[in-house]
C-alpha cells in the first residue's frame, strides 16, 4: 500500500472513534512538548528517480598510505574504497592535524577516526592513546565492534564503558592494558571521579555525534574531559550539524582543525521518500498504524515515539495486534536494549520502537522504513530519525503521523 499525504483522512471519523490508546495515567493528560516543526512541506519528498551516485572515490584503500595489516582487515570487511569522509581526512589525521567533520551516520565517520588511531598505534602501541566520547551506548557498542575487526590481529586493545552496566566490570577491565577507551560522557565521568581511569596520557581525542552530545546536555562532562587530558595532541570532532551556537564550544576544543564537509546536515538524503500522514485528534492512529505496516514491504520499521512511556505502549498494542514488536529507551537495561536491537537485525520483530536517545548509534543497513509516531521536537531531529534508513545505498521510505 502506498501511503500518501492525506491518505490517512479514509480514517477519520472522530465522532465514531474515540482514541484507543488508554493508560495508568492517560498520556493525553501529560504535558505535550511542542515541537518547533510547523512546514510540514519540509517532511513530504520524493526520492530522486535518478539513484544518486555514491562518492566514488578516485582510489582504493590498497593505494592509500596504511599499513599492510590495516589494508588486510579492511579488505575482509569488504571495504575497497574509501567513502568521502575517510578519503578526505585520511592524510591531514595521519599527520595529526586535528579535525571537525561534518559528517553524519551512515557516511563512514566511524572507520575514518579509527583506522588513523589504529596507524599510530601499529607505530606506538601505547596503552591509553585514543579516548573515543560518544552520546549512546548503541553507538558506543557499535564503535567498539568496528574497531575490533579494524585493528582485528594486531595486538591493539580497546575497552568500551557505558552506563547502565555494572562498574564493577568497568574497573576489572581498567586493570589491563588498553590502547583505546570508548565511553559514554556520564560513565566516563563516574570512572575519573572514582579515580579508576586518569585521562592525562591520552593523546588524542575523538568526540563523535558531538551536535548530539550537545543536544543531550553533556557540555559540562565534555569541558572536563577535555580538561582533563593534559598530553591531547590531536581532536577529532564530528558532528551531523555545524550550528552557529556550537561554534564557540568547538573552537574551545580544537586547534587550527581542517574542517571538513561532506553531508551538510540541513537535509535528508536523496534515497528517502518521505511522506506525512494526517490522522485528526480523536481518529484511531494505532489502527492507521496497524493497516499500513501490514504490508509486506514494511518489513523492517523503526518507529518512534515522543517518550519512553509510549514507546512501551505502541510496542505492546502492536504485540497484542500481532504485529512482532519490542521497545528500546533509557528505562531498559543495556542487556534489553541489545537483545532488541539484535532482534530487529535479525528479523525476529518487524517493528522497533525507539525514542530519540535510544535510536542514536542504531545502525542496521536495512531499515525500510522510518515512522514518526509523533512529531519529533526539532527539525533536526527528524533528520536524525528520518537518516535511519536509505543507508548503505539502500532506498528507504519516513512516514510521519501528524493531526
Ligand atoms: P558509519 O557512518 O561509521 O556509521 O558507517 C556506516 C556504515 O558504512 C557502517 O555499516 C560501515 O560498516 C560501512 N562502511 C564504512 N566505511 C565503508 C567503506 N569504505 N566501504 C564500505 N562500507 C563502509
Redesign the pocket.
Known amino acids: 500500500m502506498n501511503y500518501k499525504k492525506n491518505r490517512a483522512d479514509n480514517y477519520a471519523s472522530p465522532s465514531s472513534r474515540s482514541h484507543t490508546l488508554r493508560s495508568r495515567k492517560p498520556l493525553s493528560k501529560v504535558k505535550k512538548r511542542q515541537s518547533s516543526i510547523s512546514d510540514f512541506d519540509k517532511l513530504v519528498k520524493t526520492a530522486s528517480e535518478v539513484p544518486t551516485q555514491a562518492y566514488q572515490a578516485d582510489r582504493c584503500?590498497n593505494e592509500m598510505p596504511l599499513s599492510s595489516f590495516t589494508k588486510k582487515n579492511?579488505s575482509a570487511?569488504?571495504?575497497?574504497?574509501?567513502?568521502q569522509i575517510?578519503d578526505d581526512t585520511l592524510e591531514s589525521l595521519l599527520a595529526g592535524k586535528d579535525l571537525v567533520g561534518i559528517?553524519?551516520?551512515?557516511?563512514?565517520?566511524?572507520?575514518?577516526f579509527l583506522i588513523p588511531v589504529i596507524e599510530r598505534l601499529i607505530k606506538s602501541p601505547k596503552s591509553n592513546t585514543a579516548l573515543i566520547v560518544v552520546p549512546t551506548r548503541e553507538l558506543a557498542l557499535?564503535t567498539e565492534q568496528?574497531f575490533k575487526s579494524l585493528a582485528c590481529q594486531m595486538n591493539i586493545f580497546c575497552a568500551c564503558f557505558i552506563g547502565g552496566t555494572k562498574i564493577n566490570k568497568d574497573l576489572r577491565k581498567l586493570q589491563q592494558s588498553n590502547h583505546v577507551i570508548i565511553a559514554t560522557p556520564g560513565r566516563l565521568r563516574d570512572l575519573v571521579n572514582q579515580r579508576a581511569l586518569s585521562l592525562d596520557t591520552f593523546q588524542m581525542l575523538i568526540l563523535d555525534e558531538f551536535d548530539r552530545m550537545l543536544d543531550m546536555g553533556f557540555v559540562h562532562d565534555i569541558r572536563s574531559i577535555v580538561k582533563d587530558m593534559t598530553s591531547r595532541k590531536q581532536t577529532m570532532l564530528f558532528s551531523a550539524t555545524l550550528e552557529p551556537n556550537q561554534k564557540a564550544i568547538i573552537n574551545e576544543i580544537v586547534r587550527n582543525p581542517e574542517i571538513v564537509k561532506v553531508d551538510d546536515g540541513e537535509s535528508t538524503n536523496s534515497r528517502i521518500d518521505e511522506d506525512i500522514i494526517h490522522v485528526p485528534e480523536g481518529a484511531d492512529k494505532m489502527k492507521v498504524l496497524i493497516e499500513m505496516i501490514s504490508g509486506s514491504e514494511f518489513s523492517k520499521v523503526l518507529l518512534f515515539t515522543e517518550t519512553k512511556r509510549w514507546a512501551d505502549r505502541v510496542s505492546k498494542k502492536l504485540n497484542q495486534s500481532g504485529v512482532k514488536a519490542d521497545a528500546i529507551h533509557g528505562n531498559k537495561s543495556q542487556n534489553y536494549r541489545n537483545a532488541a536491537l539484535l532482534k530487529f537485525k535479525n528479523g525476529g520483530i518487524q517493528v522497533l520502537v525507539a525514542t530519540d536517545v535510544a535510536s542514536r548509534?542504531i545502525?542496521v543497513?536495512d531499515v525500510t522504513h522510518v515512522i514518526n509516531y509523533h512529531l519529533p521536537l526539532t527539525y533536526q531531529s527528524y533528520i536524525h530519525r528520518v537518516g535511519r534508513t536509505g543507508?548503505?545505498g539502500r532506498s528507504g521510505k519516513a512516514f510521519t503521523f501528524i493531526n
Open positions: 584503500f579492511l570487511k569488504g571495504y575497497v574504497k574509501p567513502s575517510q559528517a553524519s551516520t551512515g557516511s563512514g565517520k566511524t572507520a575514518a557499535q568496528e548509534g545502525d543497513h543507508r548503505a
